[in-house]
């Protein structure tokens, strides 16, 4: 099959094995999406993904904690503004991170990393972005989901068959010599996956 492939991203497929119905209204229906209402969730976890990144990009606790704080001060994002248990709660996740991060002992990094999977006989690209990579002196990789706190090495990953239909997110996982994680879930919204998931506990 020549020509461009068609552009299919994780959250794409996220949602249609979701809901159908919630599917058609965002992909296929053409109807004007209304405008995003700030969640709790969704401020804290953007807030914190963002504290995050610059933690990975400059190593700096003190950076990554001012980024975090001047996210959660915008106006828009009142609802984990000072004040709220959300903005103690964005704090706390943020130094669990940094206990995460301080115990990753990879000698290069990259924060929202954009990747992608090409299914040419079907014509599909399946794109991502990979919240953190981590380079190990011995060669090898890791790639983590703060939000799950899901990872994966890249001997498991490459060690998988290579099948006629391309899986998302499927695989074995090794288990790390140091826990370097933990549930990064707003406490509403957390879903029990225990053996897949790092811990500081």
């Not at 992608?116 to 983590?144: C, E, K, L, N």
């Not at 706190?149 to 790390?176: F, I, L, M, W």
């Amino acid at each position: 099959m020549s020509g461009p492939l068609f552009q299919l991203s994780y959250s794409t497929v996220a949602a249609f094995n979701r809901c159908r119905k919630q599917y058609w209204f965002r992909k296929l229906s053409g109807f004007p999406a209304p405008p995003p209402v700030p969640t709790v969730p969704g401020c804290l976890g953007t807030g914190v993904h963002r504290a995050m990144k610059v933690l990975c990009e400059t190593n700096d606790p003190e950076t990554a904690a001012r980024a975090l704080d001047a996210y959660l001060r915008m106006p828009a994002h009142e609802c984990v503004g000072p004040g709220t248990p959300a903005f103690d709660d964005a704090f706390q996740l943020f130094q669990r991170g940094c206990a995460a991060h301080d115990s990753i002992a990879s000698e290069d990094r990259w924060a929202e990393l954009d990747t992608w999977a090409p299914w040419r006989s079907r014509g599909v690209t399946v794109t991502a972005r990979i919240d953190r990579v981590d380079r190990f002196p011995d060669g090898h990789y890791q790639i983590i989901d703060w939000k799950t706190g899901r990872y994966d090495y890249d001997d498991q990953t490459d060690a998988q068959p290579q099948p006629s239909s391309p899986r998302v997110g499927s695989g074995p996982e090794r288990q790390p010599e140091k826990d370097c994680s933990e549930e990064w879930q707003h406490p509403d919204e957390r879903v029990e996956e225990p053996e897949r998931r790092l811990s500081l506990r």
